[in-house]
């Protein structure tokens, strides 16, 4: 929902399909409109058939429900990146399958390293990122990506040499 927000303000980009665990559409409608972490959302989107869609028509999104993000007829939807936050491996796998029908797609985990072609940090080595060559790219995790704020500066003061994180998750 937040990636949904964050694209929702750019005249760059838009969103054009969502393949979502949830098979309620009215329910992933409310929860992008009323977020409780950051708030609602100035343009209200509703449900028409299949689709989320706005009042001017500037968010128009198709809704599915498929546990494999093959079945997604991500080629109609003219998609060129597809994000998926499934975190399921067999999706990662299925995603290699994709390059016909999408110019890249990005996963939010941190999988294999053998099953993509590169993992990235935001603010760590994105620029090392070869938009030739690189198709399936992991954007880390949350625990990696929060910690790269904290640490840079205390690296670049003391020199960090190794380290060490546990992390707990419900």
Same mark, same amino acid.
């Given at each position: 929902?937040?990636?949904?927000?964050?694209?929702?303000?750019?005249?760059?980009?838009s969103?054009?399909?969502?393949? &979502?665990?949830?098979?309620?559409?009215?329910?992933i409608n409310?929860?992008?409109n009323?977020? #409780? #972490?950051y708030?609602p959302?100035?343009?209200k989107?509703?449900v028409?058939?299949?689709?989320?869609?706005?009042?001017n *028509?500037s968010?128009?999104?198709?809704?599915?429900?498929?546990?494999?993000?093959?079945?997604?007829p991500?080629?109609?939807r003219?998609?060129d990146?597809?994000i998926?936050?499934?975190?399921v491996n067999?999706?990662?796998?299925?995603?290699k399958?994709?390059?016909e029908?999408v110019?890249?797609?990005?996963?939010?985990?941190?999988?294999?390293i053998s099953?993509?072609?590169?993992?990235?940090?935001? *603010?760590?080595n994105?620029?090392?990122? &070869?938009? &030739?060559n &690189?198709?399936?790219?992991?954007?880390?995790?949350?625990d990696a #990506?929060?910690?790269?704020?904290?640490? *840079?500066?205390?690296d670049?003061?003391?020199?960090?040499?190794? *380290?060490?994180?546990?992390?707990?998750?419900?």
């Amino acid at each position: 929902r937040v990636i949904c927000r964050i694209i929702g303000q750019s005249n760059h980009l838009s969103v054009v399909a969502i393949n &979502d665990i949830n098979p309620d559409i009215q329910n992933i409608n409310y929860l992008n409109n009323y977020d #409780t #972490t950051y708030g609602p959302l100035t343009e209200k989107t509703y449900v028409d058939n299949n689709k989320i869609i706005n009042q001017n *028509g500037s968010f128009n999104c198709s809704v599915y429900c498929e546990s494999k993000i093959s079945k997604v007829p991500w080629d109609e939807r003219k998609v060129d990146i597809v994000i998926d936050s499934s975190g399921v491996n067999e999706n990662l796998i299925l995603a290699k399958n994709l390059s016909e029908s999408v110019k890249k797609v990005i996963v939010t985990n941190s999988p294999d390293i053998s099953l993509v072609d590169r993992t990235i940090i935001y *603010g760590v080595n994105e620029k090392n990122i &070869d938009f &030739d060559n &690189d198709f399936l790219i992991a954007s880390s995790i949350c625990d990696a #990506t929060a910690l790269t704020t904290l640490l *840079g500066p205390i690296d670049d003061q003391f020199n960090i040499e190794n *380290g060490f994180v546990t992390t707990l998750h419900p």
